[in-house]
């Protein structure tokens, strides 16, 4: 095998880059194979128990960390979820997370007054944000909503879809738009003021315009462009909105990542934002280790995290799982299938006194005992 | 002489199932018909729970059934035969799905399809079975009507924890197993059940079977009282209460009394087995206490599992308090003389070491170096006394083993909790010395997080010979040297280390004689590289240190090169960027080139030369080095003043509204991100102040500069001014109503009112400051106190999910099941401890290979 199909990439094109012009054929293939001979050199053990010391690489550290959350480092600023919290949070799995995010790239550079009406036109408008009142006319037993107009052409939203919005989701009521005007009259007679009240608070929380989930926006310059910051994240719907450059585009949520772009990008995911953790806490860890926990938690195709429901709920051992959380439970379920437990993990050989089959307890000596 | 066969037995696999009523009779040997003890002797009563067929734990007693004594008699079973059957608790959820799931005449499954049934005779994915048949049965029971023979089903309930009721009547467990004894193989199958290993009528109880009394022991208290455990307890309510129903029952009682009979036996097996249940109240002790039954015994961290399965307790051990030692190479570990004669290694007598084995025997456990025990070819054990000594002397030859007391450079594990990486136990090689303590280098601390402020650490001597050859290969500090977790030294220089070799390296000149002697005192001996000199720089004796073909070119903290050529520093100076922990490349890079033998011996030597200066030196912290020049403390004192002028001025401008806000921010939160700005950026331009005009000679700078101990901020902080106190990122706003203090007007946002320390520790700090520190103080507590239980967990979640990852030989990463997780390790196969940080220097092999030439 040459050199190149050897090396990982990074190291040849390393190779590439350090060694000089005008270097003889024979110099770069001395170089090739001393650096081929280095790799080699600094290859994994077969046997090395790389998921132990994954875990110790990550765990041992973790007590350093900080339970605060912090701020996003910038002028204005919005709270995000780091440290210890975070790194929980993540490798638990979880299908929400506390503080979810989003970065919204642009396909075209914009200057900042575009940037600010497009970062407004995301944001999730409640009917609260874009009127001026909304009032219970108890003479006529309705309510009526005198829209905003000015905050209406601000988002470039027209007075005809709120109106739309609105008596779609309140089916029991007419609702009639008059100038900025909506009145809503309900359908049947004899409501009282009490429903008529809830309906007025209700509607102030109706979701109008913008993209549902985006609580937040701040448009934020990053080198010579402008990028959207959010709280609150939708990767789809921000997708397809056809200013965003979807292939930079991107949120702090591995689970919404695999339900929009699949587990490869859920792993990726999960990787970058544990190391950003990391290295916001000015730890030093390999980010090989981060891999390895990653790929464990995404190799079946969905995020399982890593609790009693997840990644050690899957394991082939019934002691193993015996050995980890709820012991009794998974003793009966065992006992009822009638499972086998070969014994091919650690853990089990541990509690048997017997060589665990990693490392040196690996190779085996067939021997005739006379 | 008969030679003892060692019995090693191997086990392959484990499998699970219930045990049928069969089985139980087939395990038991005694049949347990009285709850009586003992008798009036105080000797177990023959079908009493305490019988010795069940295994003996008096001493000097012979157990019935096997004839052994006690420890050799691992126990047998026994059985209650019950007067009425009784459900297990831990099947009800099964029983009732089974109940719900199949016809309340016929038996037979609720449904028509076949697809349902497992073949359990196949191989079963265990995982994927228990999956798919909770869907399919949740729709069963929606079912009416049973689709073979017609009959009305009924909704099956069930009256926590263990009743049965079906149209608001009870089933009685006698029914339920009539019902549950009807259901085929087949159908049974569909409920994820294996029947051939799993009857579900056994889920209902006819026989109980009794534990050995080992497992049970009674403790004998001073008074000679016997006081009988938790179990034994149980059983005896579970026995007596069984007699009376049986008893009832023959005598033709009405009914009522047999059911609450009945209910009341339940109630006793179903705490037998779980006396934490939530439905219903545990049973007690007399003194009120809860009793500790099978649940108990074998869940949580103090269950059999995690206390004495998952983790075990050792012999040849031992522990005590640590302290340093820098003479000390960094691979040895200095034991007292009562450990070293305490603790021993077995060493097999042949033809050739029997003399040398012959004077351990003769000095005997009382003079070191002696030995304590001799075992005989047949396994017995034998100790070495005054009176035995002799014969045992005499009879000594090949095959013997004597246990001889521990010598200098034995092999012994060193650890220290909470070992969180496997740097927290590494093989040290002992060296006995005077005194009660442990003695290790200082420059091992980092590895293992161990002080000296009363820290204790634990010893464990390896027996055989695989574990020594495998703790001297694997385990030995030197091979631990570069950590894994991020590919470079875990193990620098420290402290003093460092600021003695910055003292030497930066400042330090020697007499030729003084050199030779401070390098000697360090344990190096060639002296043929010292410059022919009179006056020999610090760098120059340094650079004996280091080996004559290294090359190094690096950074000094400050960022001024340091350039190692031919093993000789030529320009820049020692610092922790280069000596300490987790560093630097030069530590890696002497480790790589000159292997892990040679780095920890250059280590060694170059912590004790930085101990050794300091020694001549002198390095102290005099309250003189806290002094600042008096034009300087002008300067600061303005800084600071300055500094809270402005903030009034902020103060005043959001007072009259003429604040801008931040985009985002309202105006509040814009004036107190200004105001904490500020007050960070003066207390910075104060360091900045201190730090520059410090005196570079004097100790306190000393240290800072060489990064031996402290920083900028804590000269500042002791020098100039201590600076804002933060919570949560905010300055302090806690405590009266818009105040933190009852000293301050409400609503005053002025520095003082929120948390700026102006003062330095050294002029003192007014009440109010004082108050803002604790403050802090208090919640930096708090926070550590709430951080370790949590990253505990977490980091037990990853070690359990993880551990059986391991590189297979074609470079796969796979876990247990032999499922591959990555296909190269990390993408490109590198063991990080055998990388630079993560990587190969690529450069550098170029730079060898071209001959450094550009």
Redesign the interface.
Known sequence: MSPEDILPKKIFEDAKQEIPEKTSASTIKKIMEALVDEYEKALVEPGESVGLVAAESIGEPSTQMTLNTFHLAGVAEMNVTMGLPRIIEILDGRKTISTPMMEIYLKKATDEKKIRSLARQIKEMTLKELIKDITINVMDTRVEIRLNKASLKEIGVDEEKIHKNISKSVKTYEAKLDGDLITLKPKTKDVDLNTLYLLREKLKGLYVAGVKGIKQVLPVRRDDEYVIITAGSNLKDIFALEFVDTTRTICNDPFEISGVLGVEAARQSIVEEIFKVIEAQGLNIDIRHVMLISDTMCTTGEIRGITRFGVVSEKPSVLARVAFETPIKHIISASLIGENDELNSVIENVMLNQPVPIGTGLPKLGMKNK | MNEQIPVHK?????????ISPKLVKKLSNVKIVTPELYDREGYPVDGGLMDIRLGVIDPGLKCKTCGSKIKECLGHFGYIELARPVVHV??VK?ILDILRGTCRGCGKLLSESEDLAID?DED?D??E??KETKGKISDLRKITKCPHCKAKQYKVALDKPTNFVENEKRISPIEVRMRLEKISDEDVSAF???A???RPEWMILTLLLIPPVTIRPSITLQSGERSEDDLTHKLGDIVRINQRLFENINAGAPEIIIEDLWDLLQYHITTFF?NALPQIPPARHRSGQPLKTL?ER??SKE?R??HN??G?RTNFSARTVISPDSMLDLNEVGIPKEVAMKLTIPERVTEWNKDYLKEFVKKGPKAYPGSNYVIRPDGRKKKITSETQEQILEELQPGYLVERHLMDGDISIFNRQPS???MSMMAHKIKVLPGMTFRLSPAVCAPYNADFDGDEMNLHIPQTEEARA?AEI?MMVQTQVIS?????SIIGCNMDAISGNYILTRYEEYSRKDAVQLLTEVGHRDFSRIPKKDVISGKEVFSMLLPNDFDFEGKTRTGSPVIIKKGILKEGYMDKSNLGE?QGLMLRNLHKKYGSDKNIEILGKIFRLGIKVLLRHGLTAPIGNTDLPKDVRGEVDLTLSKAQEESYQLISDYHKGVLDA????SVEETLE?KILELLNKSRNDVGNLVMKHADKHQHLPIMVDSGAKGSSISMTQMVACVGQQAL??KRIERGYKNRTLSSFKPGDLGPQARGFVENSFKSGLKPHEFFYMAMTGRDSLM?TA???P???Y??R?????????????D?T?R???N????FL????????S??EN?Y?D??K??E???GG??
């Open positions: 191997i086990v392959n696999s484990i499998s699970f199932g219930l831990n099947f099964v359990f079963v265990f995982q079975a228990r994820g059940i294996n051939a290993v799993a779980d649940s074998i869940k269950g599992i995690r399965l998952a075990k969180l990486h496997r495998e694997l894994p977790r991020y590919g470079l987790g931040f985009p985002g921010r991100l949560r990122g926070d709430l951080r370790t949590k990253s505990g977490l980091y979640r990853l070690a359990n999910a993880l551990q059986d990852l391991k590189v297979e030989y470079q990463v876990d247990a099941s499922n591959v997780v990555q390790y990390g993408g490109d196969g590198i063991d990080v055998k990388s993560g190969i690529v450069k092999v170029v060898r290979e071209t030439k550009k």
